[in-house]
């Protein structure tokens, strides 16, 4: 089932994006990242998370979510 406009809304909000970044920030520092090259990312949304790893430690990401409309966004 796919997510309704203001579920899209909600989710896709610039705020909730920067604050899943930063707790991935915050979990990669605990990681050896050097060794990390490729990543799946499981109900990516549109595709925040991804986009920061790709272009912060040139890492290929592969995005997958339920909703189809989120991953034409990402």
């Known amino acids: 089932m796919a997510m309704t406009g203001l579920e899209k809304r ?7 994006a920067e604050r899943n970044v930063g707790k991935v920030r915050k979990n ?14 499981i109900g990516c949304g549109i595709g ?12 290929q ?3 997958t979510d339920y ?5 034409t966004v990402a």
């Open 10 to 16: 909600f989710v896709n909000r610039m705020q909730k």
């Open 28 to 41: 990669l520092a605990l990681l050896d990242i050097e060794q990390i090259r490729e990543v799946l990312e």
């Open 48 to 59: 925040s998370v991804s986009a920061y790893l790709a272009q912060t430690y040139d890492m």
């Open 61 to 63: 990401v592969f995005g």
């Open 67 to 71: 909703d189809p409309g989120q991953i």
